[in-house]
T-cell receptor, first 115, second 110 residues
Framework: GAVVSQHPSWVICKSGTSVKIECRSL??????MFWYRQFPKQSLMLMAT?????????EQGVEKDKFLINHASLTLSTLTVTSAHPEDSSFYIC???????????FGPGTRLTVL | GNSVTQMEGPVTLSEEAFLTINCTYT??????LFWYVQYPGEGLQLLLK?????DKGSNKGFEATYRKETTSFHLEKGSVQVSDSAVYFC?????????FGKGTRLSVIA
């Protein structure tokens, strides 16, 4: 139980285009989901907290107009990287709060490469 | 604010060696403590957790005990295997999302 999926697992795009990443909780409901970014050989950096039916809360220094987050249902959150540039290339990982517990379950990550 | 400090890696061990990865934390209140493991190219998997002082989390031969007096949550395994090679993250959670340590890379050689 407590499985989180992400799609796509990897994506290559041209500079200036937008990319959408989906995060789904497969067997539980998640009122809250989180989006992280991870650089090579580094820890995870929290980008934003996504609450179902309301606006996301972004961490300091994260551009909300560039990283659009939508949490339209209790099992789906999406991250859209708008007008992507090479510096946005990274490993993006989502996690979902198992409602009623204090445990976050993580997706397998999406590797984004912007050419 | 809340923070987690874990030992710097990389750690290289021979198969069947004893493993300890130190983790200490700073937090207000009574956080829950976690160890996550990340295999190459993958996301994080929950390895074990403890929610209150003196609790011991255990899974797959790994153990960690929530020590409030020393604010520590050290990860141990009695006999590591090559398949344990991964990056291990200590984390805590209070009233905020998870706060991670920097991660410790473990390599186990046959």
């Amino acid at each position: 139980g407590a499985v989180v999926s992400q799609h796509p697992s990897w994506v290559i795009c041209k500079s200036g285009t937008s990319v959408k990443i989906e995060c789904r909780s497969l067997d539980f409901q998640a009122t809250t989901m989180f989006w992280y970014r991870q650089f090579p050989k580094q820890s995870l950096m929290l980008m934003a907290t996504s609450n179902e039916g309301s606006k996301a809360t972004y961490e300091q220094g994260v551009e909300k107009d560039k990283f659009l987050i939508n949490h339209a249902s209790l099992t789906l959150s999406t991250l859209t990287v708008t007008s992507a540039h090479p510096e946005d290339s990274s490993f993006y990982i989502c996690s979902a709060d198992h409602t009623g517990t204090d445990t976050q379950y993580f997706g397998p990550g999406t590797r984004l490469t912007v050419l | 604010g809340n923070s987690v400090t874990q030992m710097e890696g990389p750690v290289t061990l021979s198969e069947e060696a004893f493993l300890t990865i130190n983790c200490t934390y700073t937090a207000t209140g009574y956080p829950s403590l976690f160890w996550y493991v990340q295999y190459p190219g993958e996301g994080l998997q929950l390895l074990l957790k403890a929610t209150k002082a003196d609790d011991k989390g255990s899974n797959k031969g790994f153990e960690a005990t929530y020590r409030k007096e020393t604010t520590s949550f050290h990860l141990e395994k009695g006999s590591v295997q090559v398949s344990d090679s991964a990056v291990y993250f200590c984390a805590l959670r209070g009233n905020t999302p998870l706060v991670f340590g920097k991660g410790t890379r473990l390599s186990v050689i046959a």
